[in-house]
């Protein structure tokens, strides 16, 4: 077995979304970071990939937001339609991100893998699957992975696992669940293009029941277009994806007209098995981050955001512990703390509706004399 000669300061499973924003804020600290990933860059993954004020928050604090902001329309309008109803909305709030943003993960990745390649500090292995991870009386101190077939393994004084809803290193450390909401519902989603985007541009949610679509104008000139519907219809859509996602879209009557003259581009994909819990993200010398610590049902659109934003969170109470200006429970628990705080409304919203969507949309309508 190919033993790594050097040491790091922290091994980070994961390089999307929260592990490159941990990467790169760690390493521009000084502190020597490897990120494994068994992806190899530029890759897609599954997601619908809108995001608003705080990942474009995390995003500038990396130095990439002027990058992403110029790669898709600002989406300064939500435009609503509610078994029917239609009434939109300016996005004007935050002050200093008043938009949301729709971005391919393809390409979003891609800007923050290249940020990370450019980090001083930070060593990127690609293709590298973690398998195994390694302890030093009783505490977590580094990782065995495989790249080409070749065992590798290295260790840090820190191992986090920011590798997703199916996180390798939740499982293997055996992370303890805090809340957690069942599967209530499946998402599908496509890009189309030639689909004229609605005045705003507009981040689009069409509801009709217990069904939702988005429409959402994002990179390269496409729109992506996705149906979240109850669980009880995986089955329909995993046996025909395509057949399915056009009919849920034709039941949208606000939506449905326009997509006459629109060509899909590509498969239509998704997934019907992403819960929503919160875990305890921390033991003794790992850390869990983004969907390894916290999923939510995407019905929402709120993963991205979260994600980024603990990552922020976990950069600076790990940079605390390595400095020496916390000892290693106060820094977690300070970082439990933080996302806990940072997400308990959108954690509440998220798994209280994902069973069903209408009690908040009928309060939407109700709200606005609409009802
Ligand atoms: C259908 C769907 C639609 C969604 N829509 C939205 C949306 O519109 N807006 C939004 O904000 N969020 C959405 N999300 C959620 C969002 O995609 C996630 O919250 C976000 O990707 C989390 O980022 P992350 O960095 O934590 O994990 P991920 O993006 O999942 O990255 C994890 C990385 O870990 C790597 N990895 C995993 N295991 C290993 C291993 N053993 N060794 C090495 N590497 C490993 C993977 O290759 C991957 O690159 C959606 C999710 C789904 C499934």
């Known amino acids: 077995m190919a033993r790594e000669r050097s040491e790091y300061d922290v091994i980070v499973v994961g390089g999307r979304i929260a592990g490159s924003i941990l990467a790169c804020l ?14 190899t860059f530029p890759s897609d993954t599954l997601s619908t990939h809108f995001f608003r004020a705080p990942a474009l928050r995390a995003f500038d604090q990396i130095g990439v937001y002027n990058e992403v902001q110029s790669v898709a329309p600002h989406l300064t309008v939500n435009y609503n339609v509610i078994d029917g109803i239609a009434f939109q909305e300016p996005v004007d709030r935050p ?13 979003l990745d891609d800007i923050l893998v290249r940020r990370v390649k450019s980090t001083p500090n930070v060593e990127l292995r690609e293709g590298a699957k973690a398998h195994s991870l390694l302890s030093d009386h009783g505490r977590i101190s580094g990782v065995a992975w495989k790249v080409s077939g070749q065992e590798q393994q290295a260790h840090a004084k820190v ?6 809803v199916r996180s390798f290193v939740a499982k293997q450390v055996g992370a303890k669940t805090e809340q957690n909401e069942p599967v209530h519902r499946a998402m599908y989603y496509a890009y189309f293009r030639g689909l004229e985007a609605n005045e705003g541009p507009a981040a689009e ?16 000139d496409l729109t992506m277009l996705a149906v979240s519907v109850p669980v009880d219809r995986f089955g329909e859509f995993k046996r025909d994806p395509e057949r399915s996602l056009l009919n849920e879209l034709d039941t949208m009557t606000a939506l449905a007209p326009r997509l006459v003259d629109s060509k899909r581009e590509g498969p239509v994909r998704g997934s019907g098995s992403i819960p929503c819990y919160l875990r305890i993200p921390y033991g003794e010398g790992w850390a ?21 934003t603990h990552a922020v969170f976990l ?7 390595l400095e020496g200006q916390s000892d290693w429970e106060a820094a977690m628990q300070a970082y439990h703390q933080e996302r806990n705080e940072f997400s308990k409304k959108v954690y509440r919203r998220t798994s209280k509706f994902s069973a069903d969507l209408r009690p908040m949309t009928r309060a939407a309508l109700a709200k606005r004399g609409l009802g």
């Open 26 to 39: 760690l390493g521009d600290r000084g502190h020597r970071v490897l990120v494994l990933d068994r992806a």
């Open 95 to 107: 002050e200093d991100f008043p938009f949301y943003m729709c971005v391919r993960r393809i390409t």
């Open 159 to 164: 191992v986090v696992g920011a590798d997703g």
């Open 205 to 220: 949610f069409h509801y009709r029941e217990n069904n939702l679509a988005y429409c959402m104008p994002c990179d390269d």
């Open 288 to 308: 869990l981050v983004g969907d390894a610590s916290m999923a939510l049902d995407p019905w929402s659109g709120q993963g991205i955001d979260q994600a980024s």
């Open 315 to 321: 950069a600076q109470r790990i940079a605390d512990y």
